[in-house]
């Protein structure tokens, strides 16, 4: 089943790159595995999947120690500041900061473990109450002061758009978070090297690739429906 999945969504992947112009290389696929058993993300790796995505850390933790080590794991849920030091050495990036103060967090323990922590600004771009993330009008301030943080580096902008019946309907919103991170480029900011936009899912990641999404977050796309158990 995966492998099916993985090809049809690859296939979309790349005629969406081809209606707006785009390589293919441009879009990195994250395979969303929260939820999902080890022996599935087994599954993925084995047919070329590297890039991972996960949105708790426990669960993130564990499947880091079970799955190969070339895999590059993303984070991308909310994060509390507590548990960040159980990251920042494993993660290729965090998608999901949206304070000043949990970037300090990222800061401090990046420069204990002496790497440098790639990160996304989350911008809550549809306004949602639901959601967590910075205001749009915000986003410039924030980027401002992160980047003034020592072992920490803004790549981009990352947002979850409302969920959809028709993904057309959160064009907007992409184009939004778009021009928000062309504003940013041309603000000039020392230590902004920004060329990643993380957006769009399962529902509107075409979408997302022709409004200029360059890492899509796919989870039931690739592994089904998420069953969640409540306790
Ligand atoms: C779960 C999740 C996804 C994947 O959602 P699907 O609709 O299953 O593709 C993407 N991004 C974030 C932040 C998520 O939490």
């Known amino acids: 089943m995966i492998q099916e999945n993985l090809n049809i969504v690859k296939e979309n992947v790349c005629a969406a790159c081809n209606r707006s112009g785009r390589a293919n290389e441009d879009v990195t696929l994250i395979a969303v595995s929260k939820t999902k058993p080890i022996e599935m993300l087994k599954e993925a790796y084995d047919l070329g ?84 993330g910075t205001t749009s009008d915000d986003a410039i301030s924030l980027t401002e002061a992160i980047s003034k943080l020592p072992n920490i580096v803004i790549r981009g902008l990352m947002t979850i758009a409302p969920y959809v019946e028709n993904s057309e309907e959160n064009r907007l919103y992409f184009a939004k978070l778009k021009q928000i991170y062309v504003d940013i480029i041309h603000k000039n900011i020392d230590n902004v090297f920004m060329d990643e936009l993380s957006m769009g899912m399962s529902g509107d990641y075409e979408v997302a690739i022709e409004e200029g999404a360059t890492l899509i977050r796919v989870g039931t796309g690739i592994f089904g429906e998420r069953q969640y158990t409540t306790v």
């Open 49 to 132: 999947c590297r890039d991972f995505g996960e949105n708790k850390v426990q669960e993130l933790v564990d499947k880091y120690d079970k799955m190969p080590k070339d895999v590059r794991w993303h984070m991308i849920g909310h994060l509390q500041r507590n548990k960040v030091k159980y990251i920042v050495d494993k993660v290729c990036m965090i998608h999901s900061v949206d304070s000043l103060r949990l970037a300090e967090e990222i800061s401090k323990e990046a420069v204990k473990k002496n790497v440098i922590m790639p990160i996304l600004i989350e911008v809550n771009v549809a306004d949602e109450e639901s959601k967590f």
